[in-house]
C-alpha cells in the first residue's frame, strides 16, 4: 500500500508495525449489517532498494493508476502488510476467528509473479 509520512496513521504505523485492514463490499450499505473483514498483522516499509519495490509498485499503479501522481513524492511511503489473524463477519452474531493457518494453503499459486501484475488478488503462503 502507498501512505503518506505526513498522516497521524502512518506515523502510528512505522513506529509500532500493527496495522488492521478492512474489507467489504462498499456498494452494499452499513457496514455493520454487512459481511466484512478485518487483516491484522504486521507492518513493514518496502525501502526503494528492495528487489521487491518495482514490482510491488507496479502491481499497485496497475490497480490504482491515478496514485501515480503523488506515488513518487518524498514524504510518501510503500508498506506491506504480513497477515498473521483475521476476523470474518458474515452477519448478526456470526464472527469468526481466522489464524494464518487457516488463510494459507500449499497449493495457492505465487501472486508476485509478473503474469499477475495489476489483478487484484489476495493469497496467502507459506
Known sequence: MLVSKLA???AALLRDG???LMI???ARGDPLSQPRMTL???A???PRSHEAFSRVRRRFLARHPTASVYAEFADFAWMRVHIQQASLVTGFA???RLDRSD???PNLP???GPHFAGQAAVGFRH
Open 8 to 10: 497521524r496513521h502512518t
Open 18 to 20: 500493527q496495522a488492521s
Open 24 to 26: 467489504r463490499d462498499v
Open 40 to 42: 491484522n498483522g504486521d
Open 44 to 46: 513493514e516499509e518496502i
Open 94 to 96: 456470526r464472527a469468526h
Open 103 to 105: 488463510m494459507c494453503h
Open 110 to 112: 505465487d501472486w508476485s
